[in-house]
């Protein structure tokens, strides 16, 4: 089945504890983003790749780290969370920037 | 700064044709318009997406004026499972991705 997964769905932490939120799509994508949804004011790009080893900054880059080391994946880090980044994480995927994109199901993230 | 505008919230009632509008004063020639559906604690899911004057497929149309400035997503008919949010997305320069905060949508009985 095609389809983009993430992990962990649910996350607590604490401020300040490195984090990582894993992506992987099964589809041969090429183009990959992470968003942030937040209330009233819809889905924020973070960071987006348009192949391997090639990533950039999206529209709330400040906080978060990227690698696209493999085609499939597309992890997003937190090296020192902070409360604001409390929040609800979406990665999405597909074949270029111009295509329809996929999305995951969402990771839900609380930092204390 | 390019912004991708839209109504917070609508009512309609089922069996009625739902009309939703999006403002992009800077979209660019090149620049698409897309349209996702999202249900609560799930992801966006596509809609329709088009360039310019109107594309139609099985669940919607998509009505783009001459300008390109605005676009309205037209939902047919809809009923209650059609309650959602929608999101109207401008890819500005290609990979600039500006989402509207979106169009709760409220259909009752």
């Known amino acids: 089945e095609a389809q983009v997964t993430q992990n962990p769905r649910y996350l607590i932490t604490v401020t300040g504890k490195k984090l990582t939120v894993t992506c992987s799509q099964n589809?041969?994508?090429?183009?990959m983003s992470w968003y942030r949804q937040d209330p009233g004011l819809g889905l924020r790009q973070i960071y987006y790749?348009?192949?391997?080893?090639?990533?950039d900054k999206g529209d709330v880059p400040e906080g978060y780290k990227v690698s696209r080391k493999e085609k499939r994946n597309f992890p997003l880090i937190l090296e020192s969370p902070s409360p604001n980044q409390t929040s609800l994480y979406f990665c999405?995927?597909?074949?270029?920037?111009?295509?329809?994109?996929?999305f995951g199901p969402g990771t839900r993230l609380l930092v204390l | 700064l390019a912004k991708t505008t839209q109504p917070i919230s609508m009512d309609s009632y089922e069996g009625q044709e739902v009309n939703i509008t999006c403002s992009h004063n800077?979209?660019?020639?090149?620049?698409?318009i897309t349209w996702y559906q999202q249900f609560p604690s799930q992801g966006p899911r596509f809609i329709i997406q088009g360039y310019k004057t109107k594309v139609t497929n099985e669940v919607a149309s998509l009505f783009i004026p001459a300008d390109r400035k605005s676009s309205t997503l037209s939902l047919p008919r809809v009923s209650l499972s059609d309650t959602a949010v929608y999101y109207c997305l401008v890819a500005y320069n290609n990979n600039d991705m500006r989402f509207g905060a979106g169009t709760r949508l409220t259909v009752k009985p």
């Open positions: 790749s348009m192949n391997v080893e090639v990533t």
């Open positions: 999405a995927s597909s074949l270029s920037s111009r295509q329809t994109q996929y």
């Open positions: 800077n979209i660019a020639t090149n620049d698409y």
């Open positions: 589809m041969n994508h090429e183009y």
